[in-house]
């Protein structure tokens, strides 16, 4: 055997760890998200979504209208500080999947709801690369603090002017956030939930909204 054959065999076990390691162990980069353009979702942009009544997009703001393409969570666009309409509305029916795109139906702000804060920090770079704001609310579940809804309802009012996209990964969160708002806001608080609800708030997070507003 060669000195070369000799050397490849005795440090045969660390090349093969080396491999091992690269393939298998090596950290893997962190990818953002829904909207937030990873290309790991499939391209809908010449997609117009026609309802059964003939109309090009949808007009109740329902689980269904605000879910995005490919599982990517849900979303709603808010005109003015007193509405909410389905985000298809907004972007004329496009199943839009990049925030790249959103911002051309001029979206100016984006809430981000229960997003872990390692991916909250690719999303912020991503969204105000574009000349957007940003706001990460970190909700632990489906139903946000009395302060994170509070929070939430500041935003909302001081971006008035604005366009906004609020985003959540599931129906839950996001008709919970949405119902305690218009309960801040002062709505009759079984109105508040009922349209919680059509965006996919469950009756265990109706009945917490209940409790804190002193609603049985």
């Known amino acids: 055997m060669t000195d070369t054959a000799q050397n490849i065999y005795r440090f045969r076990p660390v090349i093969f760890a080396t491999i091992f390691y690269l393939f298998f162990i090596s950290p893997k980069p962190?990818?953002?998200c829904g909207w937030w353009g990873d290309g790991e979702v499939s391209r809908h942009n010449d997609v117009v979504l026609i309802t059964p009544n003939g109309q090009s997009?949808?007009?109740s703001?329902?689980?269904?209208?605000?879910?995005?393409?490919?599982?990517?969570g849900y979303g709603i666009a808010i005109p003015d500080p007193g509405r909410a309409i389905p985000y298809l509305q907004a972007t004329r029916g496009r199943k839009i999947n990049r925030i790249a795109e959103l911002k051309i139906f001029g979206?100016?702000?984006?809430?981000d709801l229960g997003t872990p804060e390692e991916t909250a920090r690719l999303h912020r770079s991503e969204t105000e690369a574009l000349g957007m704001s940003y706001i990460s609310i970190p909700v632990n579940g489906t139903v946000p603090s009395q302060e994170q809804v509070n929070y939430f309802s500041q935003k909302v009012v001081n971006?008035?002017?604005d366009m906004l996209l609020v985003y959540a990964p599931n129906s839950a969160l996001l008709g919970t956030m949405w119902a305690?708002?218009?309960?801040?806001?002062?709505?009759?608080?079984?109105?508040?939930?009922?349209?919680?609800?059509?965006l996919g708030m469950e009756a265990e997070q109706g009945a917490i909204l209940r409790s804190r507003s002193g609603s049985r």
């Open 30 to 32: 962190v990818l953002a």
């Open 57 to 59: 997009v949808p007009q």
């Open 61 to 72: 703001l329902t689980d269904k209208t605000s879910k995005l393409p490919d599982r990517m």
């Open 107 to 111: 979206f100016e702000t984006v809430i």
């Open 159 to 161: 971006a008035s002017s």
């Open 180 to 198: 305690a708002y218009r309960i801040n806001l002062g709505a009759p608080v079984e109105f508040a939930i009922k349209q919680g609800r059509k």
